[in-house]
């Protein structure tokens, strides 16, 4: 248990549709990043909010967006969702200095 | 692209040591070398990391060379439990974040 929740652990959406993937931080985390990992593969950096800001980019297109509250929960938002964003999606938090990543469990999105 | 360079896949007998090598020849003085593995369909959990010096904590031993090009995760005994996809990951950032994750070396325990 890393104290990291994701919400929903599965979803099926159809292609063109957008969706909204939830992570709950541990207490007293203000970083939080975004993965996602397609089959057989390593996870993929898709960005990082510190203290409700982006900070910090992979190469994924803007219709990926994500928002960080002041509680630092977060969210992933996919817009106009295509078949190859299925994939497991992966939230993890850390304190600001500290250098041990905790990451949640993932959601699992099927795109058909 | 990953920075780092692993073998595919390992195999360890159970209460064996399990020595997982890592080639990261083109590592910057400010980078540290991290390692996380998956069990699978699970998130990844952190292992252990250093920048130069050997580090040792309750999971594993990191042997880092002194010109740090290449480094070895130590698991002393393995055990089934420790069946996963491991992964050496080399980053500048040193909150821990930003991972660049390569396909990793998937290590089978075997009874």
């Known amino acids: 248990e890393t104290g990291v929740t994701q919400s929903p652990t599965h979803l099926i959406k159809t292609r063109g549709q957008q969706v909204t993937l939830r992570c709950s931080s541990q207490s007293g985390h203000n970083t939080v990043s975004w993965y996602q990992q397609a089959l057989g593969q390593g996870p993929q950096f898709i960005f990082q909010?510190?203290?409700?800001?982006?900070?910090g980019r992979g190469n994924f297109p803007p219709r990926f967006s994500g928002l960080q509250f002041p509680n630092y929960s977060s969210e992933l938002n996919v817009n106009a969702l295509e078949l190859d964003d299925s994939a497991l999606y992966l939230c993890?938090?850390?304190?600001?200095?500290?250098?041990?990543?905790?990451f949640g469990q993932g959601t699992r999105l099927t795109v058909v | 692209d990953a920075k780092t360079t692993q073998p595919p896949s390992m195999d360890c007998a159970e209460g064996r040591a399990a020595n997982l090598p890592c080639n990261h020849s083109?590592?910057?003085?400010?980078?540290?070398v991290y390692w996380y593995r998956q069990i699978h369909s699970q998130g990844p959990q952190y292992i252990i990391h250093?920048?130069?010096n050997n580090e040792t904590n309750e999971m594993a031993s990191l042997i880092i060379t002194e010109d740090r090009k290449s480094s070895t995760l130590i698991l002393p005994h393995a055990t089934l439990r420790d069946t996963a996809v491991y992964y050496c990951i080399v980053t500048a950032d040193n909150y821990g974040q930003n991972f660049v994750f390569g396909p990793g070396t998937r290590l089978s325990v075997l009874p």
């Open positions: 909010y510190y203290r409700e800001e982006e900070n």
């Open positions: 993890a938090s850390s304190p600001r200095g500290n250098t041990e990543a905790f």
């Open positions: 083109t590592i910057s003085g400010n980078e540290y």
């Open positions: 250093g920048l130069k």
